[in-house]
């Protein structure tokens, strides 16, 4: 409920799966943010496995979040020490 000094809420999620999945494997998630607006941003999720010594595409994910005052409910601004989190 605080990222950076504000909380989130998630607004909206896009799945695309690339490949299948399987018991045992073992699943590597990488996430890139990217600002798009002064209220939200998005997380790209890169999803892959690794079988016989070769890295998988197994889907992309992108989810994004929104900055939301809970008690006002209402969205809210972004905060400077988010800013700087996502921008790193």
Do not use: W
Request: proline share 2%.
């Amino acid at each position: 409920m605080n990222a950076g000094g504000t909380a989130l809420i998630m607004s909206d999620i896009a799945i695309s799966f690339k490949k299948e999945s399987f018991y045992g494997d073992i699943l590597e998630v990488n996430i890139y943010p990217a600002i798009t607006s002064r209220l939200s941003f998005e997380l790209i999720y890169q999803i892959t496995a690794v079988r016989n010594n070769e890295s998988i595409l197994i889907a992309l994910v992108q989810t994004t979040m929104v900055c939301f005052d809970y008690e006002k409910r209402r969205v809210a601004p972004m905060t400077d020490a988010l800013k700087h989190l996502l921008e790193q």
